[in-house]
C-alpha cells in the first residue's frame, strides 16, 4: 500500500460523457501527478500540480483538465470522451517534485462504451 | 524527451541474480536514473535511483556506468514475486517518461 488512493476504482461510462477521477496524495506530500496508462501507448505522464498550483504539463489533451485543492487531493476531468479514452488512470505523489520518488496509486479503470 | 533503451523480455530462475540492462546515451549531467517496475494489475512502484555512485537498497543494486550512458538493476535473488515490467527512467524536473520497460519472468 503506497498511501496514494484513488476513486473510483472503476468507471464505465458512454462516449461524449464527462467524469471525474479522484486523488488523494500521501500524507505530508505537496506534489501529484496524473498518468494515463493504455495497450498502445504505455505509460503517459499527463500532468503535475505542486502545492496547488500547475507545474509541469505532459501529454494531456485539452479535453482533459485537473486541478489540486487547499487540502492537496486532485480530481481530473475527462470530458468529450471517445473510446480511445479508455485506459488506466494513475495518480502518483511525492514530497516535493524534482528527483523525489513518486508513488502511485492503485489507478481508476476507465472503460468508454 | 531523454530516452532509454531495454530489452523487451528477460527471464529468470528463481533465486538466481537477475542483471537487468539499460541504456541510456543521451542522458545529460542532472538526469537521475530511475527504476519501477509494476506488477501485474498494480501501480508502478519505485524501486532504486541514482545519480553517479552505485545505490544499493533492500530490494535491489544499481550499478551505473562510468561515463552514466548505461545502467543495471540488480535484483540478488529472484523470487515470483519479482515477475514484473520494469522500467528504467531518466527523471528529468521531476517528471517521469515512461518507456515499454523490460518484462521481467521467474522460473520455478
Known amino acids: 500500500d503506497s498511501g496514494v488512493t484513488q476513486t473510483p476504482k472503476h468507471l464505465i461510462t458512454a462516449t461524449g460523457q464527462r467524469v471525474t477521477l479522484r486523488c488523494s496524495p500521501r500524507s505530508g506530500d505537496l506534489s501529484v501527478y496524473w498518468y494515463q496508462q493504455s495497450l498502445d501507448q504505455g505509460l503517459q505522464f499527463l500532468i503535475q500540480y505542486y502545492n496547488g498550483e500547475e507545474r509541469a504539463k505532459g501529454n494531456i489533451l485539452e479535453r482533459f483538465s485537473a486541478q489540486q485543492f487547499p487540502d492537496l487531493h486532485s480530481e481530473l476531468n475527462l470530458s468529450s470522451l471517445e473510446l480511445g479514452d479508455s485506459a488506466l488512470y494513475f495518480c502518483?505523489?511525492?514530497?516535493?517534485?524534482?528527483?523525489?520518488?513518486?508513488?502511485f496509486g492503485p489507478g481508476t479503470r476507465l472503460t468508454v462504451l | 524527451d531523454a530516452k532509454t533503451t531495454q530489452p523487451n523480455s528477460m527471464e529468470s530462475n528463481e533465486e538466481e541474480p537477475v542483471h537487468l540492462p539499460c541504456n541510456h546515451s543521451t542522458i545529460s549531467g542532472t538526469d537521475y536514473i530511475h527504476w519501477y517496475r509494476q506488477l501485474p494489475s498494480q501501480g508502478p512502484e519505485y524501486v532504486i535511483h541514482g545519480l553517479t555512485s552505485n545505490v544499493n537498497n533492500r530490494m535491489a543494486s544499481l550499478a551505473i556506468a562510468e561515463d552514466r550512458k548505461s545502467s543495471t538493476l540488480i535484483l540478488h535473488r529472484a523470487t515470483l514475486r519479482d515477475a514484473a515490467v520494469y522500467y528504467c527512467?531518466?527523471?528529468?524536473?521531476?517528471?517521469?517518461?515512461f518507456g515499454k520497460g523490460t518484462k521481467l519472468s521467474v522460473k520455478p
Open positions: 527512467i531518466l527523471g528529468r524536473q521531476g517528471n517521469l517518461i
Open positions: 502518483a505523489s511525492s514530497v516535493w517534485g524534482s528527483t523525489d520518488t513518486q508513488y
